[in-house]
């Protein structure tokens, strides 16, 4: 049973950095095709993706959020790390990662997510 | 950026009835499309994806249907628990940059 859990600080303040931790099991993101990917969701707000790390370390990120954002692996700890730098009140959100697997880039399944409420 | 964007916002329906979910996208998707059902307070659960196939698990009343740039869920029979917030998510992009619609709240009338 594949299953992702984030993890991570409910608060943080502004021109701080946000570091998450998604950790997973029954699977191994060093198998062929094994992609995890950050999206987050603001309260009442619709899904925005942010990162994606790939099997082979390949790294894509949100094209308007790049110059922000960090993602990384310890794939002997089975768990991907975001970093988000300069963190401002309008990034105030759940957190969710999720698995792609295979060769298309649906999301199944996400964890349970995690809210982060950016305010001084 | 692909655009998706989600009709109607609010959908009003009661139970037994039939409801029709739209998104459309600023660019021809193939059938790189899903759809996901949300919960208030939880994560998303994925649907469909490959704009028709339903995803382990899923019933039989929700189908997906749609190409290119239209595409349609429709909920056969409303029951008590489909009464949520949809999403539709294309992937179809290289590099990847995935975006979603902005949801359509299915709601009891």
């Known amino acids: 049973q594949v299953t992702l859990k984030e993890s991570g600080p409910a608060l943080v303040k502004p021109t701080q950095t946000l570091t998450l931790t998604c950790t997973f099991s029954g699977f191994s993101l060093s198998t062929s095709g094994m992609r995890v990917s950050w999206i987050r969701q603001p309260p009442g707000k619709a899904l925005e993706w942010l990162a994606r790390?790939?099997?082979?370390?390949?790294?894509f990120y949100s094209t308007s959020l790049k110059t922000r954002l960090t993602i990384s692996e310890d794939t002997s700890k089975n768990q991907v790390v975001l970093t988000m730098t300069n963190m401002d009140p309008v990034d105030t959100a759940t957190y969710y990662c999720?698995?792609?697997?295979?060769?298309?880039?649906?999301?199944?399944?996400w964890g349970q997510g995690t809210l982060v409420t950016v305010s001084s | 950026e692909i655009v998706m964007t989600q009709s109607p916002a609010t959908l009003s329906l009661s139970p037994g009835e039939r409801a029709t979910l739209s998104c459309r996208a600023s660019?021809?998707?193939?059938?790189?499309l899903a759809w996901y059902q949300q919960n208030p307070g939880q994560a998303p659960r994925l649907l469909i994806y490959?704009?028709?196939t339903r995803a382990t698990g899923i019933p039989a009343r929700f189908s997906g249907s749609g190409s290119g740039t239209e595409f349609t869920l429709t909920i056969s029979s409303l029951q008590s628990e489909d009464f949520a917030v949809y999403y539709c998510q294309q992937y179809n992009k290289w590099p990847p940059t995935f975006t979603f619609g902005q949801g359509t709240k299915l709601e009891i009338k």
């Open positions: 490959g704009a028709s």
């Open positions: 660019q021809s998707l193939s059938n790189n």
């Open positions: 790390i790939d099997w082979d370390g390949d790294k």
């Open positions: 999720a698995l792609s697997a295979g060769t298309s880039d649906y999301f199944d399944p």
